[in-house]
């Protein structure tokens, strides 16, 4: 008997893209079941400028709406999108093998960062790769850049900008030639937690759907994610603050990296630790980046003094 569930997307290329992979695996596990697609647009696919001062959940409230009014049954997302406080009535019900979490410098010419000539311009949309961009290059021009990230690659080809940075995971669902970028290494550039994972929401009252996604969650995925989402909550910021976070799960050990900066980049705290339990592990990071956080605004108030 074929079960018939309905997913919603954002409208943008890279949102259906990743819609269909969840698809794709889902079918090789539940071939039995007929999954429609339901397109909606949200807050962050309708506001042309800065997304600064919103609250956390732009590309995602709109989905989460439609889940818990039954208007859809599952909702794919970039995990690093969704807000570490889901609403009550929903859960994420599986994480699928996780794509790379590197960061990429697009150029025209496939330059790495290191060789972008002196005052080039570099447009970003994220705080964190802005502020980490200034503590590697200086003497860089970085400039906010908005819009999908189609839009973004191609004003660095009709000349616009010299380059951005962007996820390479969404430039590699894209297709985008790979001369065109280059990797940033995480010594440079540490991820924003969960980048290049994607998330599977449901109901959490749904129990048949939640049992079919499941079928597609990676353990080693989910378990390194709940690491760095769980340090972005301890730490108390919202998904577009200045933290980056990547955890690896492997042989039941998970060791993870974590960075957190001060908003105008003069101070940072950069800490690493292993363990078993992805929870206690972002916790003991997170109380020693919130003592180093207390020592730069205690520092500042004396240099105003």
């Not at 954002?10 to 695996?25: F, G, H, N, P």
């Not at 206690?280 to 520092?299: E, G, H, I, P, S």
Request: hydrophobic share 40%.
């Amino acid at each position: 008997m074929r079960r018939q569930l309905k997913v919603g997307t954002r409208r943008s290329r890279l949102a259906i893209i990743q819609t269909e992979e969840v698809i794709k695996r889902l079918a090789l596990a539940r071939p039995e079941l007929d999954i429609a697609v339901e397109t909606l647009t949200t807050v962050g696919d309708q506001t042309a400028g800065s997304l600064k001062g919103e609250a956390p959940g732009v590309f995602t409230n709109t989905l989460e709406e439609a889940l818990i009014h039954k208007q859809i049954d599952f909702a794919v997302h970039s995990l690093k999108d969704l807000p570490t406080q889901l609403p009550e009535e929903l859960i994420i019900a599986a994480v699928p093998e996780r794509h790379v979490a590197f960061d990429a410098l697009v150029t025209d010419s496939g330059l790495t960062l290191d060789e972008l000539p002196g005052g080039a311009t570099v447009g970003t949309s994220s705080l964190r790769r802005t502020l980490q961009l200034r503590v590697a290059r200086p003497d860089l021009n970085i400039i906010p850049l908005r819009g999908n990230v189609d839009t973004r690659v191609q004003k660095i080809l009709n000349g616009e900008l010299q380059a951005a940075v962007l996820a390479e995971s969404g430039l590699a669902r894209l297709g985008i030639n790979s001369r065109y970028l280059r990797r940033i290494p995480m010594d440079t550039m540490l991820p924003a937690p969960a980048q290049g994972a994607l998330a599977v929401e449901c109901r959490k009252d749904d129990e048949v759907a939640a049992t079919i996604l499941q079928a597609i969650n990676c353990q080693a995925a989910n378990t390194a994610t709940t690491a760095e989402r769980s340090f972005l909550a301890s730490v108390g910021e919202g998904c577009a603050a200045p933290i980056a976070a990547y955890a690896e799960f492997a042989d039941e050990q998970i060791h993870m990296r974590v960075q957190v900066l001060s908003r105008k980049g003069r101070d940072q705290f950069s800490g690493s630790l292993t363990g078993t339990d992805p929870l206690a592990l972002a916790r003991r990071l997170a109380k020693t980046a919130d003592q180093m956080r207390n020592r730069w605004v205690y520092n500042s108030q004396l240099e105003r003094a």
